[in-house]
């Protein structure tokens, strides 16, 4: 599906940017594949590190409005935050933490995976599945492999899979490498992925070293998952394994230090070329941005205009949601203050979003208050 080419102007949203991470690089690879196509902006609670590579990378700017066409949501936070300024299309990038649930402002809803999807309609929200996008341009094969893996670099998340690892890797004479996004994160993984024979991680991890043409190994021992994996990814089991993003869910088998060592020993080259071309059939981030924006654009003003409508009638059923909204803003407010910004600043601010009637004025109170605090400190 071809990139559409329009004059609407598009927001992209995430709870934070602040470091390198799944979802905050989501964020950077998808706006990098609207931003020749459509106007678009971004949006976050926490900025930082990826934020700051999105304006320098791409000369893409913080939300400078109160309305946009579409709007592309991960978090609920943003969500509930941006209620009101357009459509909004929510990715839904796992069903465990709190900020992937779904939130009932959102018109639409995206999973990154059928468990995903599942998991959304048993929570009353219909889904589209996109696969999460990979930028092939970026990961791909720069160096080719060995017969045998001479170098394993793991990508787990947790201390005790890296000592197990790296453990194995000793006794059958492999070189081990690990990056920890916790501890040594790094934004240009390609180039660390073109180091290795094979990679260990789950998610985003393994689809990035599919692009880069890397045999995987599904597993990891992250605290809300547990020590799961499928072990070796062979390409035909991939069709199974991406159901449940990768994520060790499928099988949900607990895989002992004898087990990684025996998966391990599975490796061969011919699957990472293999591998390669699942990721340029099913992974391309181009193709898959295509997919959301088609999603989004799907929305017509009549479908929104009943979306919002259903919001008002429900109202007390979305009641804490709109408490988020208010809290959200008011903690930014009260933060601004500290910071010594202006109070016709923060006053400025508040006039630029386009919050429901209610909440805008229970923040017009707050911001009295922070008036009143400071005439009180004078």
Known sequence: MPMPKTDKKILVACNHLFSVGGTELFTYYLIKAIKDHLKVEYFTHHPGEISDKIESDFG????????YDLIIASHTTTVNYLYGQGPI????????PELEQPSPLADRHIAVS???????????????VVLNGVDLEVFYPKNPIGKTAKT?????????????????????????????????PVFHLADEINKADMVIGIGRSAYDAMACGRPCLLFDNRVYNGPFGEGYLHPSRFHDFV???????FSKKTLSKADLKKEILNY????????????????????????ILAIGFSISEWSHW????????NRKKVAPVFREQKQLFRAKMAGLYEK???????????????????????????WMKLYLRSRSRS
């Open 306 to 313: 009943l979306h919002k409508a259903s919001i008002v009638l």
């Open 243 to 249: 159901r449940f993003n990768c994520s060790g869910r």
């Open 89 to 96: 299309v929510q990715v839904c990038h796992g069903p465990i």
């Open 340 to 366: 010594g910004t202006p109070l016709r600043e923060i006053l400025s601010l508040i006039r630029k979003e386009k919050f429901p009637v209610y909440n805008k004025i229970s923040i017009y109170f707050f």
């Open 268 to 291: 061969s080259a011919e699957d990472g070329i293999q591998l390669r071309k699942i990721a340029e059939e099913s992974l391309d981030l181009y193709k898959n941005t295509s997919n």
């Open 60 to 67: 893409v700017v913080f939300k400078s409005d109160n309305h």
């Open 114 to 128: 059928e468990e995903v999807r599942q998991y959304l309609d048993q929570k009353g929200f219909k889904a589209d």
């Open 152 to 184: 394993i670099l793991s990508l787990c998340q947790s201390n005790e899979a890296n000592e197990w690892l790296e453990e194995i890797c000793r006794d059958i004479e492999v070189n081990f490498l690990a990056i920890n996004k916790h501890e040594n």
